[in-house]
């Protein structure tokens, strides 16, 4: 409960996180709109997946996630704040799952805002552009179980793409070469299996990338043109996140600070 309480203490006290948090929310929600608004459905059966396409802004959004969970631990190593924070907190591991777990609780918490905002936006704008029930889409409801299920699980890969983060950064103890890391495992796997000719390993890497595999709970139609189930998806970042975290724990361990 200490590591804790000092782990939000510093949170909370810095600038920094708060403004990450504020602008994740605000790029998710706005990126979500412009998408929203420039798709049309003109007639019956003209396909789209309005939540999904509601959710669009996740993709842009991660980054900022990724650079708050980032800064969190390598941000400590930079300034030589990492001696103090485990003088004060000799078990190590204890101290990076405060982190974690703090983490994880203000990344669920602005990310719960930022979905619910895109799924509002969504809701707003895509009757305008003929995604109506007389197209076959009805208005995006929580009460509708595919979309609860993409609205919670954009959430749940917001937080995974925080440990991964804070797993990374553990593991490379640097700001930019954490943050790099990250977003090209996010970002040019998908790119590299657009490039790739080959359907065989397009789909492989689609299955294999954190980002690809894990938006997958996004979907709520035609699932069977994704490369993963939804939860199966989700399930990859989770194990993504999970390795990054047992690596980074067990090198904080065994190198000096």
Not at 107 to 130: E, F, H, Q, W, Y
Not at 161 to 180: E, F, N, P, Q
Not at 205 to 211: E, F, K, S, T, V
Request: charged share 10%; proline share 5%; hydrophobic share 50%.
């Amino acid at each position: 409960m200490r590591a804790l309480h000092a782990e939000w203490t510093k949170i909370r006290t810095v600038a920094g996180p708060l403004w990450l948090l504020l602008g994740m929310i605000a790029v998710t929600v706005a990126l979500s709109a412009g998408a929203a608004s420039v798709v049309r459905c003109d007639s019956a059966g003209c396909g789209g997946d309005p939540a999904k396409l509601s959710l669009t802004g996740v993709q842009l959004g991660q980054a900022l996630v990724a650079v708050l969970a980032v800064l969190v631990v390598a941000g400590e190593y930079g300034t030589g704040m990492i001696r103090t924070t485990l003088t004060a907190m000799p078990r190590r591991a204890a101290a990076l799952a405060a982190k974690a777990v703090t983490l994880t609780g203000i990344v669920g918490a602005a990310g719960t805002v930022a979905v619910l905002g895109s799924l509002l936006a969504g809701r707003l704008i895509l009757p305008g552009n003929g995604f109506t029930p007389d197209h076959g889409h009805p208005a995006l409801s929580l009460a509708d179980g595919p979309t609860l299920r993409a609205a919670a699980g954009s959430i749940l890969y917001l937080a995974l793409i925080g440990l991964l983060s804070l797993g990374m950064a553990a593991i490379v103890r640097d700001s930019a070469t954490s943050i790099g890391g990250v977003l090209g495992l996010l970002y040019l796997l998908p790119v590299l299996s657009q490039a790739i000719g080959d359907p065989h390993w397009e789909r492989l890497l689609r299955q294999i990338g954190p980002m690809s595999a894990g938006l997958t709970i996004q979907a709520t139609t035609d699932l069977h043109d994704q490369p993963l189930g939804p939860w199966a998806g989700l399930g990859v970042t989770a194990a993504w996140a999970t390795a990054a975290l047992v690596t980074g724990g067990a090198l904080l361990r065994t190198r000096d600070a």
